[in-house]
């Protein structure tokens, strides 16, 4: 009898622990289909490296989705992990490096995510002979790549200017041209010093190109990556400052060669196959030219009455240089977020965050929730279904729902994205088309996974 009773204590036991248990589950996969038709609403896709997972091999243990610093991206779904929100993938690939079967693989978008894209040989080379591309305009966002093929790059230019014996055909001639001095130009340059190039950086901005314009404090990098003149860089969590003082003290020991404030408006290669750089400052010979321009090109305008005005910007860099002003910030993406946000947190300060549709859909998820916070706070005030119509001295005139409002002013900062160098491209005879990058992004991903077994292996 005692036996029996046990018996049915036991059953009850299990019976609510299950019924806890599968309740849980049916709460995970109704927020993980949630998520998925939130996603459906995104025309667009990944848009750099992003998870394909292979739901044969998919055993269903979740961790995939625990690790992505993005958020949602991944759920689970009738037991496998899929992508619900693949829109907020920036290509970590944390969840490819948790997989313990191996189930998940790092590719890049589909031609039709892709777009039009220059045609790049597996060195970087371009069609034009000598002239290379690196960096995310070759298709890969993350820094830890751009640094990459940077590096690479250069070795191959190191290897043809050997096999040619070294020799200039004249002493105005450089071996490498570098054009950008972002992350991947920096990495070119240090690896151009290291294997005694002849070369010259040229950038119309400031180094460190668009990490230089991110907010403070903003994760930049999360995996080693080899650094050209320092070696293997181990920390996986590094932020604007801290890698722009990384690149800071090791371009001053490398005395580092750099053009500023010159903007690259013309290339053409002469019948002697010498490339000519010209800028509003002078013209440079080089051999070789890499172009590690970015994507991010020149800030897009809107085209309003006013936005001529001085207070109407484009970057912020450092937004503790503004104290209680009365701001308005104008965009929806990840950038106009984080700028509201850090201007917000100033002293003083009355930041409107002004965005044409009626919900943001299209940020990373702990901008969201962050957002969410300073709204709730009263460090941002967020205006719905609205666009600028004029900027004035002291004031903005936003359409609100199709109604004027006038509100006071003393800043604006615009983030409506940027005309990415295409035309430049184009204009100079880079090839371009739709390409099918799914199978390079795949080898890609396996040499790398390859490389950190290597590394984590015991000697």
């Not at 970057?315 to 240089?321: K, N, P, S, T, V």
């Not at 998820?365 to 004035?392: D, H, L, M, T």
């Amino acid at each position: 009898m005692d036996t029996l009773v046990a018996f049915i204590v036991a059953v009850i036991v299990i019976g609510l622990f299950m019924r806890s248990y599968l309740k849980k589950q049916k709460r995970i996969e109704e927020l993980a289909l949630a998520a998925e038709e939130k996603g459906k609403l995104r025309s667009d896709g990944p848009q750099s490296q992003h998870p394909h997972i292979d739901a044969n091999n998919c055993i269903g243990c979740a961790a995939c989705t625990m690790v992505c610093p993005e958020g949602d991206v991944l759920a689970m779904l009738g037991g496998k992990a899929v992508i619900v929100n693949g829109y907020k993938c920036i290509g970590h690939s944390l969840c490819a490096e948790v997989c313990p079967v191996g189930a998940i693989t790092m590719v890049l978008a589909s031609p039709s995510m892709g777009g039009d894209m220059p045609y790049l040989t597996p060195e970087f080379e371009t069609t034009i002979k000598n002239m290379f591309i690196v960096g995310e305009l070759g298709g890969l966002a993350l820094i830890k790549n751009a640094i990459n093929q940077g590096r690479d790059c250069i070795d191959t230019i190191a290897n043809k200017t050997a096999s040619q014996g070294g020799a200039r055909r004249s002493p105005d001639v450089y071996d490498v041209l570098i054009v950008g001095a972002g992350p991947a130009g920096i990495s070119a340059a240090l690896r151009a010093t290291e294997k005694k190039l002849n070369y010259l950086t040229i950038d119309e901005g400031e180094i460190g190109g668009t990490v230089a314009k991110y907010p403070r404090q903003k994760l930049v990098m999360t995996s080693p990556v080899e650094f050209p003149m320092h070696g293997k860089f181990k920390k996986t969590e590094l932020s604007k400052e801290e890698l722009i003082a990384f690149w800071n003290k090791v371009l001053q020991r490398a005395d580092f060669k750099l053009r500023q404030g010159e903007k690259v408006e013309d290339i053409k290669k002469g019948e002697d196959q010498i490339f000519t750089v010209a800028t509003a400052k002078g013209q440079y010979r080089a051999q070789s030219v890499v172009l590690a321009l970015g994507k991010s090109g020149s800030p897009r305008k809107l085209g309003v009455k006013g936005e001529e005005l001085p207070k109407v910007m484009y970057r912020l860099i450092e937004a503790d240089h503004y104290i209680n002003k009365k701001i308005l910030v104008v965009g929806g993406g990840d950038s106009a977020i984080e700028a509201a946000m850090g201007l917000g947190h100033q002293v003083g300060n009355q930041v409107t965050l002004s965005y044409r549709k009626e919900a943001f859909s299209r940020i990373k998820e702990r901008n969201a929730q962050r957002i969410e916070e300073s709204i709730r706070k009263g460090k941002v005030k967020v205006i719905y279904n609205s666009a600028p119509v004029e900027f004035k001295e002291k004031s903005v005139l936003l359409d609100v729902s199709g109604k004027p409002e006038e509100i006071p002013n003393d800043y604006v900062w615009i983030f409506a994205g940027g005309e990415p160098p295409t035309a430049f491209l184009k204009k100079i005879g880079i090839g371009f088309g739709n390409q099918d990058l799914t199978s390079t992004g795949s080898k890609e991903a396996k040499q790398a996974k390859t490389e950190r077994q290597a590394a984590l292996s015991p000697i």
